[in-house]
């Protein structure tokens, strides 16, 4: 039986998402005249940075995908898919093509995006990502962990892991760590071993040329992710909401244990950094698959006059209040690009607020380093206490 406990934290939940909603749409409209900033952010140059972006075929991905090419980045889409993901790449030429014809070259432009092959519910593909990445032995400068699913309908990954756990959080961690070890080895043996360096004021929007960012995709949702701490893989009850909710709490404290073993090295610190983000409720098939399942589920018995009701009511009320992918991306670019001291190792929300303390549960570094533990023994990995 659920517990009031239970009952109270996800209603609570609901209810924040739909006035986040309302002030999130409000924040969107009046900047979207704000040509200063606009002009601010395509300023930016990324030439010779490597990006990476999970599941940069779809949604807020891909936007963001977009936007990193657009700027001279060089973005690997890492795609579960490799019809997608490369369909998704020639996207982007195209679109900067059609925008700009000077860039054209023989029908191409010279933007610089390709697609790699990575499944996050497959342990074996993360690890042949890693393999194969590392081996090129080309610099890093951004990992954005943005794929994810939402309430789908199997619930276990092959390897027994709750299926929302193994993709949105656990694959990402294995993908990050997998990734960044080969980095601090690469740039070491580039350069001898790095010295440690006075922290000083970054400049914005830019990324480190001798580190690497990670942007981990979190959720306001993840204040009903507590809720699951004593269960992390659902064994006794499952809710795809609340279990959902919980990766994306395993986000926030991903972004918050990398930034402080980060810090702990003199040599990483300020240089390596990780952010979570929550891009706001944004109109993608991830949101619009769970509103009208969740709908389904939570009104099916009720009969087909009330989930059309609902279904009209979501159109009418709901969909004109959630995000474009693309004003979510500028949140993730902000996430990404901003200065250290600013985000390093905090949690970002629409349009480009830190917030230092989102919940509670998350000012807990307990809770990160335990989160961390059970990471490594999950994967059989040991990521070392400073990444070293
Ligand atoms: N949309 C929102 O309102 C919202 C709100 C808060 C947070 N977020 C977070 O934002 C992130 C992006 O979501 P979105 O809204 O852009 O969703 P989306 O449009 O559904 O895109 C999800 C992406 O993840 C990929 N993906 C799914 N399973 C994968 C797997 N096993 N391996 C590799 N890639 C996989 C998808 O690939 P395919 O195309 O092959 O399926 C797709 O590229 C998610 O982490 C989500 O939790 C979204």
């Given at each position: 039986m659920l517990s009031m406990e239970y009952i109270l934290t996800v209603s609570c939940t609901v209810l924040q998402n739909a006035f986040a909603m309302l002030g999130d749409a409000a924040a969107d409209y009046f900047q979207s005249g704000n040509s200063d900033d606009r002009r601010a952010w395509e300023r930016v140059r990324l030439d010779g940075k490597v990006c990476i972006v999970t599941g940069?075929?779809?949604g807020i991905g891909f936007a963001t995908s977009q936007r990193l090419a657009g700027m001279g980045a060089h973005v690997i889409l890492a795609c579960r898919s490799k019809e997608r993901g490369e369909a998704a790449a020639q996207a982007i030429r195209t679109a900067a093509g059609t925008r700009d014809p000077s860039a054209r070259n023989d029908g191409k432009t010279t933007l610089n995006v390709e697609a790699m092959e990575l499944d996050l519910s497959s342990s074996s593909s993360v690890r042949a990502f890693v393999q194969t990445f590392n081996q090129r032995n080309i610099p890093m400068h951004l990992l954005i962990c943005n794929a994810g699913i939402m309430?789908?309908?199997?619930?276990?990954a092959s390897e027994g892991l709750e299926l929302q756990f193994k993709v949105n959080y656990l694959s990402h961690w294995e993908l990050a760590v997998g990734l960044l070890d080969h980095q601090r080895r690469l740039r070491e043996s580039a350069c001898g071993k790095p010295k440690a360096t006075p922290s000083g004021q970054s400049s914005f929007f830019c990324l480190e040329e001798q580190g690497t960012r990670v942007v981990t995709l979190s959720s306001c949702t993840h204040t009903a992710g507590a809720l699951q701490w004593s269960d992390k893989q659902s064994e006794s009850f499952y809710s795809p909401f609340v279990s959902y909710a919980f990766t994306k709490l395993a986000a926030i404290l991903m972004a918050k244990e990398l930034t402080r073993r980060f810090d702990s090295n003199p040599i990483l610190t300020g240089k390596y950094t990780a952010v979570a983000v929550h891009?706001?409720?944004?109109?993608t098939f991830l949101a619009h698959n769970f509103l009208d399942s969740q709908g389904k589920a939570w009104l099916g018995a009720t009969g087909a006059l009330i989930l059309n009701m609902y279904s009209a009511f979501k159109k009418a009320a709901f969909d004109p209040l959630m995000r474009s992918p693309s004003n979510a991306a500028s949140t993730l670019l902000f996430a990404a690009l901003a200065p250290a001291e600013l985000v390093a190792g905090q949690y970002v929300k629409p349009p480009r607020t830190v917030v230092a303390n989102p919940f509670k549960s998350v000012a807990d570094t307990g809770r990160s380093k335990e989160l961390w533990e059970y990471s490594e023994r999950l994967t059989g990995?040991?990521?070392g206490d400073t990444l070293l």
């Open positions: 940069g075929n779809a309430s789908p309908p199997a619930r276990l891009p706001g409720v944004v109109d990995i040991c990521a």
